[in-house]
């Protein structure tokens, strides 16, 4: 079955470091790819997508390229900011029908002033 | 605002009881995910619906049942709970069941703690 592998946590970082957090995966086909953000308290919210290869999606200074040689999406920002702390999920959604989204174990990031 | 909304936000009861979660599905949304996140398991998909009827399983307990009604919204019921049910059990809807790129849109989450 599909699944995702994402760097372990937790990840501190000083304001304005660069930050990567590694996502691969295993899918048959051509998968969707997603990263996902869960502030303090709230649920989780789409960060960016990218749906096939070689595709990047970004959001708010946030990057992540679908690598499908490497079966890689890692997520990356060139100078992070306190109000990006949060817990990062890496996840995907199988070409064929009848697919559930499937997560990866999530990343949390602290970032420090 | 993701518009789905899962109630009750928070829900505090003791082992052996049973409860319902309920989630309203963004409009026009058929499919319902539910997912479980505890502190050491991390984000544990259950069970989805689609368009009532159930479409994958993952996870999810003998103890716990879930549907999905005409009006789209969805119930998940756990019962017999133990202390290690305390979790945050979120909802989510998408428009379809795998349309390339379809997100899923996540509500707050229902808090439940087992005492």
């Known amino acids: 079955g599909n699944s995702v592998t994402q760097m372990e946590g937790p990840v501190t970082l000083s304001e304005e470091a660069f930050l990567t957090i590694n996502c691969t995966y295993t899918?048959?086909?051509?998968?969707?790819l997603f990263w996902y953000v869960q502030y303090p308290g709230e649920g989780l919210q789409l960060l960016l997508k990218?749906?096939?290869?070689?595709d990047k999606g970004s959001n708010k200074g946030f990057e992540a390229t679908y690598r499908k040689e490497t079966t890689s999406f890692h997520l990356e920002k060139g100078s992070v900011q306190v109000s990006d702390s949060a817990v990062y999920f890496c996840?995907?959604?199988?070409?064929?029908?009848?697919?559930?989204?499937?997560f990866g174990t999530g990343t949390r990031l602290t970032i420090i002033p | 605002d993701s518009g789905v909304t899962q109630t009750p936000k928070h829900l505090i009861t003791a082992t052996g009881q049973r409860v319902t979660l309920r989630c309203s599905p963004r409009?026009?949304?058929?499919?319902v995910y539910w997912y479980q996140q505890s502190l050491d398991q991390g984000l544990q998909f259950l069970i989805q619906y689609y368009n009532g009827e159930e479409r994958a399983k993952g996870n999810i307990l003998e103890r716990f049942s879930a549907q999905q009604f005409p009006d789209l919204h969805s119930e998940l019921n756990l019962s017999s709970l133990e202390l290690g049910d305390s979790a945050l059990y979120f909802c989510?809807?998408?428009?379809?069941?795998?349309?390339?790129?379809?997100?899923?849109?996540f509500g707050q989450g229902t808090r439940l703690t087992v005492v």
């Open positions: 409009s026009g949304d058929l499919s």
């Open positions: 990218a749906t096939k290869a070689d």
């Open positions: 996840a995907l959604i199988g070409s064929f029908g009848n697919e559930k989204l499937t």
């Open positions: 989510a809807s998408s428009p379809e069941v795998a349309v390339r790129g379809t997100e899923a849109f």
């Open positions: 899918a048959t086909g051509y998968p969707s």
